[in-house]
């Protein structure tokens, strides 16, 4: 048994399987991204005459994130040839990264809410303020968060401070509509 794994072909199947997931991963992840950039875009560009508000809260995580994906291909790379089990160090930093990076866009994603007069786009949302249908505080752990259910049927758990925005713009819409009244 202990030759299968001293042996090259457990090796690059191991590589071949890790990377393969890694590039899954991120392919997914991407397509995520894009699709809720496209809907952010196309969002701001309907409802450019109203008083668009954005709140992005991603900036840190985004830096924290990057900054460890540099390190992990930095590792990756000046690893010495020589060291033991060089390759299954690179193969796990460059995995790491990999994942750390979808991780990164992901962070962008969630932790970003633009509002409008009578609207919202949130991940891949883009929604009146009369589509929610419930939005309840909750404790995941240490982070507070909100859940917000919307009228697809979809849940989303935002962050307590996109969850706060939200609110409060809910909470003016209505405050607009009883004032039209």
Not at 49 to 71: D, P, T
Not at 157 to 168: A, Q
Request: with cysteine.
């Amino acid at each position: 048994m202990g030759k299968v794994y001293n042996s090259d072909v457990f090796y690059y199947v191991a590589v071949v399987g890790f990377l393969a997931y890694a590039v899954y991963y991120l392919y997914g992840i991407s397509k995520y991204f894009l699709k809720a950039q496209k809907i952010w875009k196309e969002y701001g560009t309907a409802h450019a005459k109203q008083n668009l508000r954005k709140e992005n809260q991603y900036h840190w995580w985004l830096a924290i994130l990057l900054a460890f994906v540099v390190y992990c291909f930095y590792s990756c790379a000046t690893i010495p040839s020589t060291a033991n089990q060089a390759e299954w160090f690179r193969l796990a930093f460059a995995f790491v990264g990999l994942i750390l990076l979808g991780q990164a866009m992901t962070a962008v994603v969630k932790r970003r809410v633009m509002c409008s007069d009578d609207g919202f786009v949130y991940e891949d949302f883009a929604g009146r303020w009369q589509s929610i249908i419930n939005m309840q505080p909750q404790r995941k752990g240490l982070v507070m968060a909100v859940d917000l259910m919307v009228t697809n049927g979809k849940h989303y758990t935002v962050p307590r401070g996109i969850g706060l925005v939200l609110h409060d713009a809910q909470l003016a819409f209505k405050d607009r509509k009883k004032k039209e009244k």
